[in-house]
């Protein structure tokens, strides 16, 4: 068939209006979208289209910047409901909630993620959806009362697009599949570029006219020729996201670039139809090239940056040796249930969290809380899934799993803060956007100024606002990743910019400062009861509290069956025993119940019982100083931060404390109203507070503060109210989180400054005609080059030589000597 036929025949071949593909039986598949009847390329793209447009989804389709995906058979998404499987993915968030983390696969742009959420929004039973438009993850919470996970799956297949519980492997599937793609664009664009500047360096040295006409002709259309590749094969990413932003009626990032090539190519072809005037088919494939080697760069760098954040998920094991009687099997991670005994051999990682039945070695839970030690592990103590086990075989008991994880916990953490956009980054995105426009409009004027479309050309290349739009987000995804190698989780978008900022830091004592274990050191009878009687009235009174006092009285007998419990918070409990009303907690809570004041004679904290008839008993406490907690306090001061110490502690010794510490400002006897009043003070004063807590009373107060930090080993919800969790024990994260904040912040002025010192010059240079395309790209490749690099030093680990060299981890069995 002659080749204009053909044409002609592919022409007249209508693409389906869903997926773009050929429709070969037409009117076949029809319905109506936008006001107008489409065609379809089978029943699948039209039921999709219909389902789209029944949700009330219709602007879809006038946003989108590419085709949609064509439906595809997919395994049944009820495999997912099986609760042995969702203990890998899911966690219970209430009696009938749960929550998972989800990979939307086959998006080809924003508008596909925007459908994807909003259509999810409207699911009966969903009672959450946040979508991470850099990650392309979604945070769904469900009711099972009213749906299930296969439900929500199926709901996304249905409109075109496939949903699946987020797998570090898959998800490193698809990063290799962008990156390759990345890839073969670069080459093109690259092999491109060569074999041009071949073909136009006869005429760059013919300054005599040596080449005739013709030959000068022929080696024009061979250009032409490949740079068609270029054009329509590696350029596409630049023309699919300003046809887009054009098509929405806004101008994005990659829109001078796409105006600049569009205009330099057709430049070219236009001389070369008519034969006359210049081309520069090798600087806009060379321009090309280097625009996509710094793309390239820039998503080597991200996925680097971003990669430290995922490194819990891909480090947890996939296997494990579960213990049936006295012989093992190899079984799957993700089939181990709570109760199963598990060995885990020397150097190999710990499955799940559980507890210790026999053995004896240490634990490497750098991972994790970024300490370099080994922790010592004998029976009872706990093992956290994802740990090394460093020495000798141990045999466990799995307590959590999946979900439930330790591990699973942190990166939940980190999801929620890297699914919210920081106000820095979008202020960047916001002066990013206005100089698009600004560029735009200098080229203008630059091309009626001087009639040189290459001019034109050269401004719209050589200002880079790709470079503010990167001044932010890669530095703060690798210092978001450092920080974690450090046992610092960050969970909140904008604590970094506030903790950089602050002024003063507000340190609580109990599980802080201390180790928050406290043990009943002397029991003082103030009335009729006996010492065991009071006792075991206190473990009555504080068996359902997780507070520090309770566990301080330890197991043991307790007194009769206790009614009307009521939990004051900061103040103590009370509740009816046998008939009599008694408190425990505070000497003034106690002391409106006794009726008479109480004796204090010591500097140790205490806790007091008093019934109606008087006082009963004065418990003395003993809570032990963190060795670190001096150490903490003078790097904060070293830093330039003012630092004050509020408890609920009894004054005296919260005073007695701070004098030891070399604490200046200190209040006691703090009720979470006075700890919350306190930070207001000082926010009032024009301060920018931190907060270090890991309570359930320090919620609010957390709340508060312009930036929280809670204790790992503190309450849940403390860890929730707060902007950063430290994963261990180490107090000296504190000023390691502070210095890499600040720097982080340095960096990204740094880059600010760069970036808009560079589009200061190189666009009124290029304006000028100083500058031409080649050199604009260079600019522009060196601009990004520069950002990335820069930033990319936050990720960067120094010499530490007092870090321990980090065990095997290989997934071979261990030939240590076992024991059993």
Not at 590 to 605: F, K, N
Request: hydrophobic content about 50%; aromatic content about 6%.
């Amino acid at each position: 068939m002659p080749a204009v036929e053909g044409a002609a025949v592919a022409a007249a071949v209508p693409c389906c209006f869903h997926c773009g593909a050929a429709v070969l039986e037409a009117h076949r598949w029809r319905s109506p979208v936008l006001g107008a009847e489409r065609e379809f390329c089978c029943a699948g793209c039209q039921a999709v289209a219909r389902t789209i447009v029944a949700g009330g989804f219709e602007k879809y389709y006038e946003t989108r910047s590419a085709a949609g995906p064509q439906p595809q058979d997919l395994p049944p998404a009820e495999i997912y409901d099986d609760p042995a499987a969702q203990q890998q993915f899911a966690l219970r968030t209430g009696e009938h909630r749960r929550s998972a983390t989800l990979i939307l696969d086959r998006i080809r742009c924003a508008a596909c993620l925007w459908l994807n959420e909003q259509w999810l929004r409207c699911l009966p039973g969903l009672t959450r959806v946040d979508v991470n438009y850099a990650t392309h993850r979604a945070q769904v919470e469900w009711d099972e009362r009213a749906t299930r996970l296969s439900r929500i799956l199926e709901a996304v297949r249905a409109i075109g697009y496939d949903a699946y519980p987020f797998d570090p492997q898959r998800q490193a599937g698809l990063e290799r599949a962008a990156r390759r793609a990345a890839l073969w664009r670069l080459f093109v664009a690259g092999f491109g570029a060569m074999q041009v500047m071949m073909y136009a360096i006869p005429a760059y040295l013919d300054d005599g006219g040596t080449l005739p006409p013709e030959s000068a002709q022929m080696l024009r259309w061979a250009s032409l020729v490949l740079t068609l590749p270029v054009i329509l094969f590696s350029c596409g990413p630049f023309f699919s996201a300003a046809w887009r932003d054009l098509r929405l009626r806004r101008i994005g990032l990659d829109t001078p670039i796409a105006l600049g090539i569009a205009a330099g190519f057709g430049a070219s072809v236009w001389a070369t139809l008519t034969a006359s005037g210049e081309v520069y088919f090798d600087s806009i494939s060379m321009l090309v090239f280097l625009l996509l080697g710094a793309r390239y760069a820039e998503l080597l760098a991200r996925g680097r940056a971003a990669r430290g954040l995922d490194r819990l998920s891909r480090w947890m094991p996939s296997f494990a040796l579960r213990l049936d009687g006295e012989a093992t099997e190899k079984v799957a991670a993700h089939a181990l249930a709570v109760g199963d005994r598990v060995v885990v051999p020397a150097g190999e990682r710990v499955p799940a969290d559980g507890v210790v039945e026999r053995g004896c070695s240490s634990a490497d839970e750098s991972l994790l809380t970024g300490e370099s030690v080994p922790v010592a592990k004998a029976a009872g103590a706990t093992l956290t899934g994802g740990s090394v086990n460093v020495e000798q075989p141990l045999v466990m008991r799995v307590t959590r799993v999946g979900a439930e994880t330790a591990a699973a916990s942190i990166v939940r953490l980190v999801e929620r803060a890297a699914a919210a956009k920081p106000a820095l980054v979008a202020g960047a995105d916001r002066i990013a956007h206005v100089l698009t426009y600004v560029v735009i409009g200098v080229a203008l004027l630059a091309y009626l100024g001087s009639r040189d479309p290459w001019i034109a050309v050269a401004v719209l290349v050589v200002t880079c606002p790709c470079a503010l739009a990167l001044a932010a987000p890669i530095a703060l995804t690798a210092a978001a990743a450092r920080l974690l190698e450090r046992g610092v989780a960050l969970t909140r978008s904008g604590a970094l910019e506030a903790l950089s900022r602050a002024s003063d830091i507000v340190l609580d004592k109990t599980g802080t400062l201390s180790s928050g274990k406290l043990t009943l050191a002397h029991t003082e009878v103030l009335g009729e009861l006996d010492a065991p009687g009071c006792l075991a009235l206190a473990r009555a009174l504080e068996a359902s509290s997780r507070h520090p006092i309770a566990r301080a009285f330890g197991a043991g007998a307790h007194a009769a069956p206790v009614k009307e419990l009521v939990n004051y918070p900061g103040h103590g409990v009370q509740a009816l025993v046998a008939g009599r009303r008694v408190r425990i907690g505070k000497a003034a809570f106690c002391a409106e119940l006794a009726g008479s004041p109480a004796r204090h004679d010591d500097l140790r904290s205490s806790a007091y019982l008093a019934g109606e008839s008087g006082w009963l008993a004065r418990f003395v406490l003993e809570d032990t100083l963190r060795g670190d907690a001096v150490s903490l306090v003078h790097e904060l001061h070293a830093a330039g931060l003012r630092v004050h110490l509020v408890s609920g502690d009894e004054p005296r010794v919260v005073a007695a404390l701070a004098r030891t510490l070399g604490i200046a400002s200190h209040a006691g006897g703090a009720t979470p109203q006075d700890k919350f009043a306190f930070v207001e003070r000082l926010q009032a004063e024009g301060r920018v507070v931190a907060m270090l807590g890991d309570g359930l009373n320090d919620a609010p107060v957390l709340a508060r503060a312009d930036v929280s930090i809670a204790m790992g080993g503190g309450s849940e919800i403390a860890q929730l109210r707060s902007d950063l969790v430290l994963l261990g024990e180490r107090l000296a994260a504190v000023p390691e989180a502070l210095a890499g904040a600040r720097r982080a912040m340095r960096v990204i002025r740094q880059n600010f400054g760069w970036a808009l010192a560079y589009n200061a010059l190189a666009l009124p240079a290029a304006a000028a005609g100083w500058v031409g395309p080649w050199e604009a790209a260079v600019g522009m490749a060196a601009s990004s080059f520069i950002v990335v690099l820069n930033a990319l030093r936050l990720a960067a680990r120094g010499g530490d030589p007092g870090t321990w060299k980090a065990v095997s981890t290989s997934s071979f069995l261990s030939r240590s000597r076992s024991y059993f």
